[in-house]
């Protein structure tokens, strides 16, 4: 089994900058997507970004212009740019794989964003 592990998460204010990373334990050459979802208290999780194995991007609307996500398949790494945060970013951000169909996630890191 795939092990995901997040990083870069923490406290910022309203219009700060993160960089949220996810290693992972295996090469993610071969992975169908890798994605970014998040939860906030009281809320669904959603996915919030999503990169194909072929490179193509897809984000939630709220993020879009300020998000961005990339791989790195030779450091097995994915990331997620997070520019202009808003306190409605606040959640915990997970990482996501789905390798020929088979689904990982990470175990979470917390995002604040204080007004």
């Known amino acids: 089994q795939v092990q995901l592990v997040e990083s870069g998460g923490g406290l910022v204010q309203a219009g700060g900058s993160l960089r949220l990373s996810c290693a992972a334990s295996t090469n993610i050459i071969s992975f169908n997507a890798m994605a970014w979802h998040r939860q906030a208290p009281g809320n669904q999780r959603e996915l919030v970004a999503l990169?194909?194995?072929?490179?193509?991007?897809n984000y939630v609307d709220s993020v879009k212009g300020r998000f961005s996500i990339s791989r790195d398949n030779t450091k097995n790494m994915m990331y997620l740019q997070m520019n202009s945060l808003k306190p409605e970013d606040t959640a915990v951000y997970y990482c996501?794989?789905?390798?020929?169909?088979?689904?990982?996630w990470g175990q979470g890191t917390q995002v604040t964003v204080s007004s």
């Open positions: 996501f794989a789905n390798i020929r169909g088979l689904e990982s």
């Open positions: 990169i194909t194995s072929g490179g193509s991007r």
